[in-house]
């Protein structure tokens, strides 16, 4: 029996790479599912219809998470969909790397703003939708807790992503809502194409994967399901490291 059947969920940021691959693999485990996109609505059309044509149920809904206006309006067409929801993926989020010589302002907003402010949105409306359980998933990254040179702003929000998942579990649990992060190693996506492009960086990443290989959104997904199941019922304010053993 699929795990997530009849679950209704939300993935932020599904129109390509670990959110798309998460989106795919709930839908093949039953669950009705709103793939947000920010501005590639035909990435998110393609998820959509991938589900569809595996026998599942999918919408595509455009909303920028750092704006709650337009996650006002995320959680108010889930529900105009589907009636309900039971799961959010906090996945949307910016992945860019400057040195200290580098960051500005802009960079240093952009980057808080969706990886932060933005699973703080979503999530807040999210809990006023889930009607007596729940569970969320928050995708943080091996760098919040072992940062690599170049990365400080980025690292810094998945660090922060961290302690929220623990803190919310905490302040979610009496309303029987689970909080949960996972923390991806080196995955082929399209927002580390420039990086994984470098022979010598995609060497030094695999080679500290002790599984020797980089990971896939697929991979990750499989752990976002676990998460979302009835199966880590007994589960909240963790972090699962899913990076083939790698602690960067």
């Known amino acids: 029996m699929p795990r997530l059947k009849d679950k209704v969920a939300v993935v932020t940021g599904a129109s390509k790479?670990?959110?798309a691959g998460i989106a795919e693999r709930f839908g093949a485990e039953g669950a009705k599912v709103v793939v947000n996109y920010s501005s590639d609505r035909a990435g998110a059309e393609k998820v959509v219809n991938k589900i569809k044509q595996a026998g599942g149920e999918a919408v595509a809904v455009?909303?920028?998470?750092?704006?709650k206006l337009d996650v006002d309006r995320l959680f108010a067409e889930t529900k105009k969909a589907f009636g309900k929801l039971d799961i959010l993926v906090n996945n949307a989020g910016v992945y860019e790397f400057k040195s200290l010589e580098e960051i500005d302002e802009p960079h240093f907003r952009r980057i808080f703003d969706i990886n932060v402010l933005g699973l703080l949105n979503a999530t807040q409306t999210a809990v006023k939708q889930m009607n007596g359980s729940?569970?969320?998933?928050n995708v943080s990254s091996v760098a919040g807790t072992t940062p690599p040179p170049n990365a400080s702003v980025y690292s810094a929000t998945k660090g922060a992503v961290d302690v929220i998942t623990r803190s919310l579990a905490q302040e979610l649990g009496p309303r029987k809502i689970r909080i949960n992060a996972l923390s991806p190693g080196f995955t082929l996506t399209e927002g580390v194409d420039?990086?994984?492009a470098d022979p010598a960086f995609r060497e030094y990443a695999i080679s500290r994967t002790p599984l020797g290989r980089a990971g896939l959104p697929e991979d990750i997904a499989k752990t976002a399901v676990f998460l979302a199941s009835d199966d880590s019922g007994w589960i909240t304010g963790e972090n699962i490291l899913v990076g083939g053993g790698a602690r960067m």
């Open 134 to 137: 729940g569970a969320i998933i």
């Open 194 to 196: 420039v990086a994984a």
């Open 17 to 19: 790479g670990i959110g």
């Open 62 to 67: 455009q909303a920028d998470v750092s704006k």
